[in-house]
């Protein structure tokens, strides 16, 4: 978790949940959770990293966008 995050949130803790790989590739599944506004979030997401040698050429991270909004307190988008 960012130490951005973690500034704005109390209580914040990132959770492993599942680490595998294979080749250059790292799949990573985590939790991340956090208290704000007097309200509790948990915001699941995982990550991709791409090795090359001892470091890391790429890291993709994907989280639930509407768990990330809910916890701003926005509304989703009408069509």
């Known amino acids: 978790m960012s130490s951005v995050w973690s500034a704005h949130n109390s209580g914040a803790v990132t959770i492993p ?4 790989a294979q080749g250059n590739r790292v799949v990573v599944e985590w939790l ?9 979030h ?4 995982f990550g991709v990293l791409e090795l ?3 470091k890391i050429a790429a890291w993709r991270v994907y989280c639930s966008h509407s768990v990330q909004r809910d916890h701003a307190g926005l509304k989703p988008p009408t069509r």
């Open 17 to 20: 949940r599942t680490v595998t």
């Open 42 to 45: 948990e915001h699941p997401c």
């Open 32 to 40: 991340d959770t956090s208290d704000h506004k007097g309200k509790h």
């Open 52 to 54: 090359d040698g001892e």
